[in-house]
Nanobody, 124 residues
């Protein structure tokens, strides 16, 4: 059974930091890119970052570039999203997703598997 389990969300003040984790299981980690999406109620889910598990290449949306860093720990099949300089506009539900490496070029737009999400709230 495929599982993507997010953790690390919470409430933080503007300018603060959080680190999200995504623990993956049930599929071959290196065959997939792992990404993070976020969604505000009433709006579409948007991809913000992804990492190619096999070679570590990373991709970021302009909205988070320079503030967020994605990384992976192969020994734990876990991907992290370090979020710094958080803004109130970063408030959203954050979802971990896995997309097959053949769709790597679309890793900020599609997913084969989804986690259930974790909530991030940034207060002003």
């Amino acid at each position: 059974e495929v599982q993507l389990v997010e953790s690390g969300g919470g409430l933080v003040q503007a300018g603060g930091s959080l680190r999200l984790s995504c623990a993956a299981s049930g599929f071959t980690f290196d065959d997939y890119a792992i990404g993070w999406f976020r969604q505000v109620p009433g709006k579409e889910r948007v991809g913000i970052s992804c990492i190619n598990s096999s070679d570590g290449s990373t991709y970021y949306a302009d909205s988070v570039k320079g503030r967020f860093t994605i990384s992976s720990e192969h020994a734990k099949n876990t991907v992290y999203l370090q979020m710094n300089s958080l803004k109130p506009d970063d408030t959203a539900d954050y979802y971990c997703a896995a997309v097959h490496r053949l769709l790597l070029h679309r890793c900020l737009g599609v997913a084969n598997f989804w986690g259930r999400g974790t909530q991030v709230t940034v207060s002003s």
